[in-house]
C-alpha cells in the first residue's frame, strides 16, 4: 500500500468542494475570501501531485504563479472590503444588491 | 524508508494524517460561527498543506507556502478584522444550505469517480514516458529547488516579471483603497 497520484487528487477534489460549498452558503464577504483560498490550495495540491508523478517540474512553477495571485487577490480583496465596510456598516454579501433589478 | 505492517510509515500515515487535519480544518472554515475561529483553523489548514508539498520533493514551495499563507494572508487577515467589528456572529442564513451542499458534495464525487475510473497513475506514467521535457533533460540536477529556480528564470521569466508587476499593482491598490484621499475633488466623499 502507497500513496499514489489519485490520493492526491482525490484530496484535492474534496478540499475544492469544501472551498466550494463555503463560497456558496456563507454570507460574510471575509470568510468567501477564506474560502477561495481553500479552493485555490486545492489546485495546488492537485498540480503539485501530478508534476511529481510525471516528474515534471513546471506543476511547481504554475502552483507557484497561482500562490502569487492568491496573495495579490488577499490584498485587494481585503481592500475592496475595508472601502466597503467603511461605507456601509456591513460585511453581508447581501448589502451588495443595489444592481438588483 | 522506515516500513512498518508491511507498508511506508512515513508517506503513508503523513498523507492521512494531514490529509485528516486539512479536511477537517477547511470544514470548520466554512462552518464556524466565529470569525475568528475560521481564521486560526485556516491558519492550521494552510500549514498542514504545506506537508504535503514536502512530501511530494517541492521543499521550495513548502516553504513559500508556510511563509505566504501561514504568516502573510493570515496576518493580513487578522489585520483586517481589527477594523471590523467580529465580536458579534456572523449572520448566516439557511435558505440556500441544500442547495450548495448538494452542488459541492455532486461535484466532489464526480471528481472523485473520474479520477478512481481513469487510473490517473496510468496516465501520468504515459505523459512522462511521451513528454518533451528539453528544458528539464539538460540539467542534470536532481535538487528540485535548484531546478526550479533554472526553469523559472529561463524558460517562465516572463510569467515571473509579470508576477512582480501584479505584485506591485496589488500593493498601490492596497494602499489607495484603504487610505482616505484628502485631495479628492469630489466633496461628496466627505461624509
Redesign the interface.
Known sequence: MSITLTHYLILGSILFAIGLYGMMKRKNIILILLSSEIMLNAINVALIGIGYHIGNIEGQIVALFILAIAASEVAVGLGLVIAWYKKYKSLDIDSIANLRG | MESIF???IF??GG?YIF?AI??GM??I??SSKN?LH??SA?AL??VS?SA??FM???E??GV??LI??GG??VA??AF??M??DSRED????RR??Y???L???G??VA??YT??DA???AY?KY??QN?D?LS?NDIPIND?SK??GL??FTK?IV?FEL?GL??L???V??I???TKSKLSPNPRSKK
Open positions: 508491511g507498508f511506508d508517506s503513508v498523507f490529509a486539512s479536511i477547511s470544514l472554515v466554512v470569525i475560521a481564521l485556516m489548514g494552510m498543506i504535503f508539498y511530494l520533493d517541492a521550495f514551495l513559500v507556502q505566504v499563507y502573510a494572508i493580513l487577515y483586517a478584522m477594523l471590523f456572523i449572520i448566516e442564513s440556500n444550505l442547495v450548495a451542499l452542488i459541492s458534495a461535484i466532489a471528481l472523485a479520477f478512481i487510473d490517473m497513475g501520468a505523459i512522462s513528454i521535457n528539464q528540485t531546478k526550479l526553469i523559472l517562465y510569467g508576477i501584479l505584485l499593482v496589488a500593493l491598490i492596497g489607495g483603497l484603504i
